[in-house]
């Protein structure tokens, strides 16, 4: 009789021991994690922000994963993102379900340049000055020194410190909105030189080809290692990645050549105001603003508005979020641009629809 006692005993105490234990293992309020990824220009600022989010709140957790835009749109569309990020426009394969562009952040596209002065020894990068065309010729692989007399015209107070050194292209291997927004820049004002624009950089060199003086990297730190890694490099990627390194400054269509910041770009990109109604905005390049650096572009969420995909609610919590706090509060120190105006405006009507 005892021993029966005791058995029942124990079993209770080992049923109260489980159910305790699984009270503890699963919350009664989990948050539900909301998965997202796509561009690499805005991750730091998407990282930042989501960190944020995430810490004042409880009912979601979001997750955000640098895949490059095009992984990031075709993601969207086959349902592995809930949301996404994309610096550029589908070419192809849009989603078959209600869904929108939503711009929620701004930068500068920047050209870093390894290069040292041949008297000095000292960083050149930030000191070059270059006209768009010279730009278009120098990433088409049409100049390939950096002493070419185009190059020299344009920097006549540094021109006898530039060394003879040959030109590296370093360029995105994955397709990238980077890549696209360069291009486009690159197509307005030297259509005869880039006359395809897309995601991929690999298929729009002149002529379908990388020049033999190119190589690629993936991802913007993958450029960015590459141009790090040897003397005479140039690449593409977005002032947050360039992390400070020296890089170009462009001719705007002043005349002047600005370095890039979030100050000058955020100049040009106050005069972009045509915006869609899907929420893309068609950038203007020959935007005629004193101290505007030339090459900046917007960066967009993709979200449903079907209301048949999985946490509606806290993607549209953390699109205005993104728009109304953390853009303001956050963008500037990370290197971006908070949007604003007409464009900002249209953004938070956007946001509303999501579901």
């Known amino acids: 009789m005892r021993r029966i006692v005791a058995l029942a005993a124990s079993v209770a105490g080992t049923t109260a021991l489980v159910a305790s234990s699984l009270m503890v293992a699963v919350p009664a309020n989990a948050a539900e994690t909301i998965s997202g990824g796509g561009a690499s220009f805005p991750y730091p600022w998407i990282q930042a922000c989501a960190s944020d989010f995430n810490a004042s709140q409880s009912n979601f957790k979001i997750q955000y994963t640098s895949t490059g835009s095009g992984t990031g749109k075709s993601n969207f569309t086959k349902g592995v ?18 869904w929108e562009y939503i711009p929620n952040i701004g930068g500068a596209v920047t050209f870093p340049i390894n290069l040292k002065n041949s008297k000095t020894k000292r960083s050149l990068g930030s000191s070059i000055q270059l006209k768009q065309t010279t730009l278009a010729k120098i990433l088409g692989g049409k100049i390939t020194k950096w002493n070419d007399r185009e190059i020299l015209r344009s920097n006549p107070r540094i021109a006898s410190g530039i060394p003879a050194t040959p030109i590296t292209i370093a360029y995105r291997s994955d397709n990238s909105g980077t890549t696209n927004n360069t291009l486009q820049y690159l197509n307005a004002w030297a259509p005869s030189i ?19 003086n190119s190589v690629a990297g993936k991802g913007n730190a993958g450029v960015m290692a590459l141009v790090t890694g040897k ?41 972009q105001t045509n915006i869609g109604s899907n929420g893309l905005v068609s950038l203007n390049y020959n935007v005629k603003s004193k101290g505007a650096y030339p090459v900046a572009i917007f960066s967009y969420l993709l979200a449903r508005t079907d209301g048949k995909g999985p946490n509606g609610l806290g993607v ?34 956007l946001a509303l629809e999501i579901k």
Request: glycine share 12%.
């Open 81 to 98: 993102f809930d949301y996404a990020q994309t610096d550029s426009k589908y070419s192809s394969g849009e989603p078959t379900f209600g």
């Open 231 to 271: 003397e005479g490099t140039i690449g593409y990627v977005d002032l947050g990645d360039a992390k400070g390194y020296p890089a170009a400054r462009v001719q705007n269509a002043l005349g002047e050549f600005v370095a890039p910041s979030s100050a000058s770009a955020a100049k040009n990109l106050a005069n």
């Open 316 to 349: 549209r919590q953390f699109a205005d979020y993104l728009l109304q706090k953390c853009g303001p509060q956050r963008a500037a120190s990370l290197g971006y641009v908070p949007v604003g105006g007409k464009v900002l405006a249209k953004a938070k009507s």
């Open 194 to 212: 880039f006359t395809k624009v897309g995601d991929s950089m690999t298929s729009a060199f002149p002529g379908g080809n990388p020049p033999s």
